[in-house]
């Protein structure tokens, strides 16, 4: 098992690994969010301090410039300018003198000199300095006018504000300076984009001398080297350091993870081996009195454990197999797929008559036992194809008794198809057999009484209600005869007579009618739509009289059943609510369905004098009734021969009262099943 050994030291090396990677990399990403923090702060450090050291350059370079300005206008006295190129802090400048037109006079021709400047003019006639931004070629410029002395005259000094900005960063070329008005209007050139705005800092640039009143604002920005180059080796530092640390634990979880689990790969292997190797529980004893020694033990002792409860399961499983075989008089074998090896159960023995210590389990033993008429069909369909094997066949016991007993035969197969052995069960069905041959006698018997009960019902309702029809004609003639001599009290007497022939007739045609359901036609797929109108077709006239409306829906189902006894059941529940119809309004039937799993339920539903709760089981009896015959005509068997038909189909039927509202008759009904369409 070394190499479970090895796939376990691995799992372990990785799971550490992987967790010190996680903690490299949360630590180290910490770290390097703290430390770019750091060095943003610095650099705002910096870019402030660069920011206050650019103002107050700044402020010398408009002192001097001032003290430039105002020393011209008060030394040339309108004579021409020696030089009209100055250097201010290094940065070269323009003079100019203008008269008080704001034309250049004398000096040096720049933009703007040439031409009449109103805000120049205004300036030297109120013989006060002014200030103004404006650009030329080269950028964005500062113009100060000096009115000279005595008036009419003045210098102009122009100082590109770009020569400024250079002249602020010349010693830093990590921070970018670039100087603004308030306004946006006018701005120094910028050295390549900001990507970081958040790191500008800024400040009003207040000027001294004849400068204090420009609104100019100064901005300094760090160059992208300035954070970048600290920030790339803090990430090539981590990376290096999220590389190299997992590699180390990798290594040191190797070797800790192979000297835990040498010990532990002792235990699978002995797990392993144990019951096809060695059944010895010493080979779980790892040595030692730490945890995986104690795991060995532990495994020694539930070892020990299962194979004391595995013998004890396995003996009372083959005294369980004993028993239940003994008490089901079914004996169980195995053969080899070609029947001459063969194991057999204790009942195998038993039924056969054969003693297991006298006789060996083979294919020409339990030959010998076959009766030798059977022999050669037993064998043909031991050999067929299928694998299944299901024969009845006679038995020869050692003392000659004769018995029959069934044989059951499966082949098993491996996954590969190849034929393994074959299961048997044997059982001694003789008095099975026996009863069986009963059983079709009795069977038959009954079908022989069924039959002339049947005859006998249809003989008799013919015998009987011939003498009715007698006494019927017989009192018709009286009647005729007599009529002139017949008082009030003999004509009574008469519909008496009359009446009693009726209900007796009634009663014969009703009971022939109940003894004949399910003997007469055959079950087909019936239409119940269809079946409901012949029977409102033979109610007819009962629900004229009675002025009653029946509801019926459009479509009702297709199922198994007789055509005759699906009408005479709607027949007799609808009649029986028009006839139990209460007098105060007029009677509304309702039919109905609804589909069931596997069934349809159907329903009548009137608006009569409704059933008693405590009788609505009752009703379903031969011969019940409710009510006296002078209220409601009727023999008490009707409902009977509706619970009849409903549960020869294997369904039931009930009633219910709607309170307030009249009864409600509910009976299901099995699906057409698929067969019975492929009989029709």
Sequence with gaps: MAGYSDRLATRIALAVSGMALLFVVLVGFGAWLVTTELLRSQVSVLLRGQLNLAKERAALVAMSASDLLILQARSQGGAELAANTVEIAGIPARLAVVDGSGAVHRGSRHHGATVSAPWVADAIARNLPAIRLGDDADGPVLDAVMPGEGGGWGVLLRLPLQGLVDHLGQRDDKVRITVTDRAGLYRTAEHGAVEDRSMVVSDRLALPGLFADVGLVLELAPEPALLSDPQDRLTAFFLAMAGVTPLVVIVLAMVVGRRLTRRLSRLVDAAAGFGSVSTDRSVFETGGDDEIARLGKAFAGTVERLDRAYRDMEARGRALLSNTERVAQIGSATWSPEGEQQVWSDQFYAVLGLDPAEK????????????????????????????????????IRPDGVERIAQLRAELARGPDGVPLRIDVTIQDISERKRLEGRLDGLVGELKRSNEELEQFAYVASHDLRQPLRTVRSYISLIEESLEDRLDGETREFMDFIRDGV???????????????????????PVDTGRAVDLALLDLQSQIDEA??????????????????????????????????????????????????????????????????????????GIFQRLHARHEYEGTGIGLAICRKIVERQGGRIWAAQIEGQGAEFRFTWPKLRRQDTDKD
């Design 360 to 395: 060996e389990a083979c294919r020409s033993a339990f030959f010998s036992r076959v009766h030798p008429d059977d022999r050669d069909r037993l064998v043909a369909a031991l050999g067929d194809e299928t694998g299944r094997v299901v024969e009845d066949f006679r038995l």
């Design 502 to 524: 009726k209900r007796m007739d009634s009663l014969i045609t009703d009971l022939l009618a109940y003894s004949r359901v399910g003997r007469i036609g055959k079950d087909g």
């Design 547 to 620: 002025n009653a409306h029946i509801l019926v829906p459009d479509r009702l189902p297709v199922v198994s059943g007789e055509a005759g006894e699906m009408t005479r059941l709607f027949q007799n529940l609808v009649g029986n609510a028009v006839k139990y119809r209460a007098a105060d309004r007029r009677p509304m039937v309702t039919i109905g369905c609804a589909e069931r799993p596997g069934e349809w339920e159907f329903f009548i539903r009137d608006n009569g004098i409704g059933i008693p709760e405590e009788h609505a089981e009752r009703i379903f």
